[in-house]
């Protein structure tokens, strides 16, 4: 279970869902209305002044600029979730549909933050492949649906080579040709000149054709209202404060949580460097800095979320890395703005793609790799092995000479080895099959591991898997 705000997050360890269509939701949605009343009652403060503003009038000036780019006005609850312009798999989709069910249990506004200010790192989707239903045959293969050139912001990523991603489904189509069904890429891949644009406007039209209705805003924009720019300027304002609390919470994150690497969950500001980047006329990215421009100032994942939940919305929904990246924002918030952290939940699922997988687990390759070592080293225990030596072996064992007595104990152990041999050679002939088994299972149980990754993009899955599950979700947190 999340904790409520005031309490320690350290220990947290949130693990993905394993079973197909396994939902993880902490708090469970029946809590989120409860903690949607205290979050709004902690963050109207008059004495708590960012940007130069009182945070009760910073909040409700962020949100008119954000209702009025998002389009549409609402005075229930603003509930925030967000993620990379990418095409996620149901784990992440998920928290779109659920952000749109509790808005409705609420009366509230649902918006999805498109964080497209983050880069492009990849341009292949991987798919499971295989022919003829052999085992041997599954393995995962990438396609590309651009040029791949270096990582730069969704923002300004625009698609290199036109027609290779103006043709992807097609060329894809002969990677799913033995799923036995056709997955959503097939009739909904959208061109664009613009890859992250592209991939929101598939995204979108998918869920308001299965009715979940949320307001979209990109990162980019959100970075341009006068908000934003107060609670940028009010930060770097007074960088060296900041910069201490900041690295204070990085480090103690990594201290509770056992993390050496310097990079995890974000490295530690440098002297003069803010919690921001800066968009360069090149289409980069570099660090800022006092000096910087705040036009051209973009959020870091944790000032994103950062601003996102102490002066913009009333509850925010995390997948599991950035609710575990969140404790180290928990900790700045008591120890920056002074005030306890508004809460939030975590959320994430496991939706498999139905593909016909193979009868063999991991339990199973066990059970196989024990019965190749026992007829190797415990021979006797073999059902079938020849009761003559079963009972000579049993009487050997039982009758152990004591340490002490080195010549017993030679022949007693030259005895034990003429049985055992004579149980191995008995057993000879079911060692092959033995060890076929293993490799047979060995195989299965790869192929699944690979037909039931949960990481797919979700234009992977037909509409008859997905779309029931999600709205499924919806529903769930709707209280439905």
């Not at 404060?241 to 103690?252: S, W």
């Not at 660090?287 to 009333?314: H, I, M």
């Not at 120890?335 to 496991?350: H, K, N």
Request: hydrophobic fraction near 40%.
């Amino acid at each position: 279970m999340l904790s409520v705000p005031g309490d320690v997050l350290m220990l947290h360890r949130f693990r993905a869902p394993k079973a197909d269509g396994e939902v993880l939701a902490e708090p469970g949605f029946d809590a989120v209305p409860g903690l949607v009343e205290a979050n709004r009652k902690r963050l109207d403060r008059a004495d708590v002044v960012v940007g130069g503003l009182p945070l009760r009038e910073l909040r409700a000036l962020a949100r008119r600029e954000v209702m009025e780019l998002a389009g549409g006005t609402g005075h229930g609850p603003l509930l925030l979730a967000g993620h990379q312009p990418e095409l996620s798999h149901p784990g992440v989709w998920v928290k779109n549909f659920a952000l749109n069910g509790l808005a409705r249990r609420l009366d509230g506004v649902p918006l999805n933050l498109i964080v497209d200010n983050d880069t492009l790192k990849g341009t292949a989707i991987r798919f499971p492949v295989f022919r003829d239903r052999a085992p041997a045959s599954v393995h995962v293969q990438a396609l590309s649906f651009d040029t791949l050139a270096g990582e730069v912001p969704y923002e300004d990523r625009t698609v290199r080579d036109g027609e290779q991603f103006r043709t992807f489904a097609e060329r894809a189509a002969p990677l799913w040709a033995d799923w036995g069904y056709e997955p959503l890429l097939a009739k909904h891949w959208a061109g664009g000149a613009n890859v992250g644009e592209s991939f929101t406007a598939m995204r979108v039209a998918r869920e308001r054709a299965w009715g979940c209705r949320n307001r979209e805003l990109p990162v980019s924009r959100l970075s341009r209202t006068d908000a934003f720019a107060r609670f940028a300027r009010h930060i770097l304002g007074e960088l060296p404060r900041f910069h201490e609390v900041y690295n204070a919470a990085i480090r103690a994150y990594r201290t509770a949580n056992g993390v050496r690497s310097m990079n995890h969950p974000a490295p530690e500001l440098a002297e003069g460097e803010g919690p921001f980047w800066v968009r360069t006329s090149a289409g980069r990215r570099q660090r800022a800095t006092p000096a910087s421009d705040t036009n051209q100032l973009r959020p870091r994942a944790l000032t994103l979320t950062l601003f996102a939940r102490v002066c913009l919305g009333d509850f925010f929904i995390h997948g599991i890395g950035g609710g575990k990246y969140d404790e180290v924002t928990d900790d700045i918030i008591r120890d920056y703005f002074g005030i306890e952290p508004p809460a939030y939940q975590v959320l994430s699922a496991t939706l498999h793609l139905p593909l016909p997988a193979f009868p063999s687990a991991a339990r199973d390759l066990q059970t196989a790799e024990r019965r190749v070592r026992d007829l190797r080293w415990n021979p006797h225990a073999r059902p079938n092995a020849p009761t003559d030596l079963v009972r000579e072996h049993k009487a050997i064992t039982a009758s152990e000479p004591p340490y002490s007595n080195h010549a017993a104990r030679r022949e007693w152990f030259r005895a034990l080895q003429r049985v055992k041999e004579g149980l191995r050679k008995a057993a000879a002939n079911e060692v092959p099959a033995a060890e076929a088994d293993v490799q047979r299972i060995r195989r299965e149980v790869e192929a699944n591991a690979i037909l039931r990754r949960r990481d797919y993009p979700w234009v992977l899955y037909p509409e008859e898997t997905l779309r029931p599950f999600l709205v499924g979700v919806s529903e769930r947190a709707n209280g439905s």
